[in-house]
């Protein structure tokens, strides 16, 4: 990221912040609904120093982090599969279709009756929330594979497996990371509904608590910290993909990364 789209990022959160404290200092909304800046940063700092704050941190990047690799580790491969077999695409695309509308918070009592009240139950949630923009952006990036690469790949002798590793997928690669950046940040969205219920610990759980004790100013920490953390997770995420493969920056939306 350039100096100067960082100056213009950080400009923009300051102004904000200037904006939502006048508009606790004017009473413009009610100090209940939104407490002052100054509120809040104490209840973060009360957090943070008793350790509930990292506590909470912690679980919930531990969930995002495994979630979100199965996700890849299946949405990848599946995505593969299709571009590679229409017959495989004739007939698993529908189905995929119908879960791809599903809400992941509008299964959550399914996956509950289905993989129980512990970790795999809020993995599950995580996973299949990241998985379709993962899988849509590897299977748009082979659809847009240039059939000639493949062409010269078939004269030059290489199989399929050959030419899916080493023209396919590496053609792919700027959708694929443009669905993994997708997929990244709808883990951070499904993680507040995986620890709705039955969670005594997460981020998700620190906001649903602090709204039964009508303590907005937890809910707004826990909101501020969950979206500093996907911020942070995607820019790190997009430093990775510039330092491993530089020339897709462009198409992937990576040029100031």
């Known amino acids: 990221m350039t100096f100067r789209s960082a100056a213009v990022g950080s400009t923009l959160f300051v102004v904000l912040g200037l904006a939502w404290w006048l508009a606790a200092r004017i009473r413009l909304v009610e100090p209940f609904l ?15 120093a008793d350790g509930t704050l990292a506590r909470h941190v912690l679980v919930s990047l531990k969930r995002v982090v ?56 809020k993995v599950g949630i995580i996973l299949f929330a990241s998985f379709f923009p993962v899988f849509l952006g590897v299977s748009g990036g082979i659809a847009g594979v240039d059939p000639k690469l493949v062409e010269v790949g078939r004269v030059c002798g290489l199989g399929r497996l050959a030419i899916a590793r080493r023209i396919v997928l590496p053609a792919a690669l700027p959708s694929l990371v443009i669905g993994l950046r997708i997929g990244l940040g ?6 507040v509904g995986a620890e709705l219920v ?28 969950i979206g ?6 995607d820019h790190l995420a997009r430093l990775a993909v510039r330092r491993a493969a530089p020339w897709i920056r462009d198409d992937a939306g990576l040029a100031d990364a």
């Open 66 to 121: 495994v979630g979100f690799t199965l996700a890849v580790l299946v949405a990848v491969p599946v995505a593969l599969v299709f571009g590679l077999s229409r017959g495989v695409r004739r007939v698993a695309e529908p189905p995929l279709e119908f879960l791809r509308q599903l809400p992941p918070l509008a299964l959550v009592p399914l996956f509950i009756l289905w993989l129980g009240i512990g970790e795999a139950q």
């Open 34 to 48: 939104l407490p002052p800046p100054a509120v809040v940063l104490d209840a973060a700092w009360g957090l943070a």
């Open 228 to 233: 500093i953390l996907g911020l942070a997770a």
């Open 198 to 225: 039955a969670s005594s610990a997460g981020l998700g759980y620190l906001i649903v608590d602090a709204e039964n004790l009508a303590r907005t100013d937890i809910v707004l920490v826990g909101v501020l910290v």
């Open 186 to 191: 709808y883990s951070w969205r499904a993680l």
